[in-house]
């Protein structure tokens, strides 16, 4: 029982015939006043205090009566709520004694205020000798609307002004409860700045909210004036019309200083709406009974579309906005079927709408109509029944919301993109096939295109090489020989997204343009195509297009694309170093099966020695050779393989651990002034051992007195560790390496150099990527250096720097870092 009175409107309660008749029990759905339960059983609040000043001295002289001479009666009176709100409610009350000194009002309330405003139109309309709404005047209908707005709260005045057609002054103020002399004073004045809150607010053009008049600047000239009307706050908002015309001013003044919160704006808001809508139609039907000159004038030039119709349906007459918005000549559209300019689905629901216009007099409904040219404008309909020549008729205003639905459309797109990424960020245990292949058909159903393809780029951007074409151009593409390879050079529009390193728009295929080079016989015919290259750093690894979507491509659907493919783009890169990490996984594995030969050789080698009587301590150097002389090939290959894999997998767990930590955005970076030569000698003594075991010469040059850098110790030291060790891994042994540092405008410039074999021109930019495919032998001697130069890379950018590498085949390579010095009045 309890759960069902608390999910009803019926408050039940409880009160004590003492002082204020505290509460002794109430229901919990006196939420809906803003209050809870345990405001009442604490005695924050009586009963007494919930009664609206005007009304308590009246209730509570009821309840008294009550007590003495009835057993239980019914009575209406109003309530404030705890959000300030004046609420009607109707209070069903009777005696319930519990001996002779425990008396109680227990009863049922209700809140009827709905019900209070209805009578109150009703007696309005009864005033006018029951006219309709519609047939009342104008300052009539606007004095209901103050009079039903002022009813939300205490202390509350509304006001509308309605300024002149010349827009340049108040013309006429409706305000049913504000004193005459006011409203006289106002009447007739210039707007401007500092006339008032209303000639303010319509000189500026926006919304005015004056919390205080005794000591605000619009309430300047007129103080004296709002004082003596008792006005202490005043809140205006424009009346505007659908057309973006001014029309006036609802105004909220309040005998009380008062700051407004969201829902008070909401609340000016509503209401000048309200206004705006009456005033706006009220216009229309004024100019319609004036003349038929003037109706024409207005109904051929209001910004909206106009119709009239019977109740059958059949049109009697538009206005030109109808015959400019759709493209058809008048006499087609008056004598044309409803069906041919309206979707069927709307024509369905025809019938219902008429049954509703002729009950309520009016009603607002969604449509759409048919253009000439085949597309289809969302409508928003304000109908209502109108007499015309005669004959009861619908007039039909409706309102182009293509702006609106387009963003309501935004919206639901921008959630489904999001879906999206969290869908492919879920993709790990997918292949890449089922990665790209997924991508792709997103990309064409979030770009609501037809077609899409997916092209990835080789290493030194010469070719697109296209990895798949959407289902719907499969299916719909006639070439049976399809071509995989696109040289850039050669390639149209397809390629400019690669040559002008940026996405490119074709929203008209069809027109004239240099940049293409024409398409197969049998290929998807295109009208509209985008394209969108994929960085990686500076580097295109992909391009993907999409076409004939129905709409123009804008940059919305390039940012979108190029978020969705980055996403691809990542979790291939993941993957790609996972794959990696288990390929060379598997042979150091199988490496370490090989050698397990050595420790047998070895066993039985030291048990034949021991048997022989030799002297395994002084024969120890003996022992190391002859066991190296008895590993096969395949055994010292499997040593080998056991060293360099197993460097290149710290390098590749390095990589996985340094893109993981980026991408979460968590790598941060703690700049001071360093000392470089400090980070280098550091470093240098790190690897000291490595360049002692090769026996490498170390030409180091690092001035004294060099100034700071601004830098991050650690990442300095972790940068200059990977470039070390590359260039001792590079140097043959028995060579040199090189350290030096010198200042360069504002930098110092530290040059790493190795006697190695030196770096291809063509792999020296690729070297630079998170991963690369090895295609010949010498770029497979530099597989693995990719990973940390990546790194190295993205810490010298952090620095705002450079890196670099120069090199030639059999002479050796320099790696060039440049950071800026650290300078005290810029970073002080």
């Avoid at 009803?8 to 229901?27: D, G, L």
Wanted: glycine letters at 6%.
């Amino acid at each position: 029982m309890e759960s069902i009175i608390n999910n009803s409107p019926i408050i039940v309660i409880s009160r004590k015939t003492e002082k204020e008749y505290p509460v002794e029990y109430i229901s919990n759905n006196v939420r809906q006043f803003g209050y809870i339960p345990e405001d009442f059983y604490s005695g924050k609040i009586k009963y007494a205090d919930l009664i609206h000043p005007d009304d308590r001295k009246v209730v509570l002289k009821a309840f008294k009566y009550l007590n003495k001479q009835l057993t239980e009666f019914i009575q209406e009176y109003r309530i404030i709520s705890r959000f300030g709100e004046v609420r009607y409610v109707e209070d069903r009350v009777r005696i319930n004694s519990r001996g002779d000194q425990n008396v109680h009002l227990e009863g049922t309330i209700i809140d009827i205020t709905e019900c209070k405003h209805n009578e109150m139109i009703t007696h309005q309309q009864k005033a006018h000798n029951g006219k309709p709404l519609t047939e009342i005047s104008l300052e009539d209908v606007l004095g209901l609307l103050v009079t039903n707005a002022e009813r939300i709260r205490s202390g509350l005045t509304c006001a509308v002004m309605l300024l002149d057609k010349k827009k340049h002054h108040i013309c006429r103020v409706i305000a049913p409860n504000l004193p005459t002399y006011f409203k006289e004073a106002i009447e007739g004045l210039d707007i401007g700045y500092g006339v008032g809150s209303g000639g303010t607010a319509l000189y500026m053009g926006e919304r005015v909210i004056v919390e205080n008049i005794e000591t605000h600047p619009y309430w300047a000239k007129h103080r004296e004036l709002a004082k003596k009307a008792g006005l202490k706050a005043s809140w205006a908002e424009l009346i505007v019309s659908s057309t973006g015309e001014i029309l006036g001013v609802f105004l909220m003044y309040f005998n009380f200083p008062n700051k407004p919160k969201k829902t008070c704006y909401e609340y000016l808001k509503a209401n000048s709406d309200l206004a705006a809508i009456e005033i706006e139609h009220r216009v229309v039907n004024e100019t319609f009974r004036e003349s038929d000159h003037r109706f024409k004038t207005i109904f051929n030039n209001i910004n909206d579309q106009i119709y009239v119709s019977e109740l059958n349906g059949n049109l009697i007459d538009v206005n030109k906005v109808v015959v400019d918005s759709l493209g058809y000549s008048k006499d087609y559209i008056l004598s044309s079927s409803p069906m041919d300019i309206v979707p069927s689905w709307y024509v369905q629901r025809a019938s219902e709408l008429i049954k509703v216009i002729e009950k309520d007099h009016k009603a607002m409904y969604e449509a759409a109509a048919i253009r000439k040219d085949g597309s289809v404008i969302p409508l928003e309909i304000n109908a209502r029944m109108i007499n015309y020549n005669g004959k009861k008729t619908v007039l039909s205003v409706a309102r182009d919301i293509t702006e609106r639905k387009r963003a309501e459309k935004a919206k639901q797109l921008n959630e489904s993109r999001l879906e999206t990424l969290i869908k492919l960020n879920e993709m790990t245990a997918a292949s890449l096939d089922e990665i790209a292949e997924f991508v792709k058909e997103e990309a064409v159903r979030l770009t609501e295109s037809k077609l899409g393809y997916l092209a990835f780029m080789n290493a030194d951007e010469t070719d697109l090489i296209m990895d798949s074409w959407s289902n719907t151009a499969m299916n719909e593409c006639g070439i049976s020989d399809k071509q995989f390879i696109y040289p850039v050079k050669t390639t149209g529009l397809w390629g400019e997204a690669v040559k002008q390193r940026k996405a490119i728009i074709t929203n008209d295929y069809s027109a004239p343009n240099t940049m293409k080079k024409g398409y197969p016989k049998g290929h998807v015919e295109l009208t509209r195509h985008m394209n969108v290259p994929i960085f990686d750093g500076d580097h295109i690894v992909a391009v993907v297009g999409v076409g004939n979507k129905e709409e123009e491509y804008d940059e919305s659907d390039v940012r979108q694309l190029t978020l969705l493919m980055q996403g691809m783009w990542k979790l291939i890169q993941r993957k790609q170093l996972i794959g990696a990490l288990s390929k060379y996984s598997e042979e150091l594995l199988k490496a370490n099966t090989k050698l397990r030969s050595v420790n047998m050789i070895k066993t039985e080698f030291i048990e034949d020695s021991i048997k022989n009587g030799h002297d395994l301590l002084h024969g120890f150097d003996v022992l190391d050779d002859e066991t190296l002389n008895l590993l096969d090939d395949s055994q010292k290959e499997a040593i080998s393989i056991l060293l360099n894999n197993s460097e290149r997998l710290k390098l590749l767990i390095d990589a996985i651990l340094y893109s993981d930590l980026q991408q979460s955005g968590r790598i941060e970076y703690s700049f001071e002034p360093v000392s470089i030569g400090t980070v280098l000698s550091d470093v240098l003594l790190n690897q000291i051992l490595l360049i002692d075991e090769k026996e490498l010469a170390l030409e180091k040059e690092i001035p004294a007195g060099l100034p700071p850098v601004k830098g991050d110790k650690e990442k300095l030291k972790e940068m200059f560790v990977y470039l070390i060790h590359n260039a001792i891994n590079l140097t043959p042994k028995g060579n040199s390496i090189g350290v030096e540092v010198s200042e360069e405008n504002g930098h110092l410039h530290v040059t790493i150099t190795d006697t190695g074999e030196g770096i291809a021109k063509d792999l020296i930019p690729r070297l630079f990527y998170k991963m690369y495919q090895a295609d010949d032998s010498i770029a497979r001697m530099f597989q693995g250096f990719e990973s940390s130069l990546y790194i190295c890379k993205d810490t010298v950018a952090a620095h705002q720097g450079n890196i670099w590498i120069e090199s030639e085949i059999g002479q050796g390579s320099s790696f060039h870092v440049k950071i800026p010095k650290w300078i005290e009045a810029e970073n002080s």
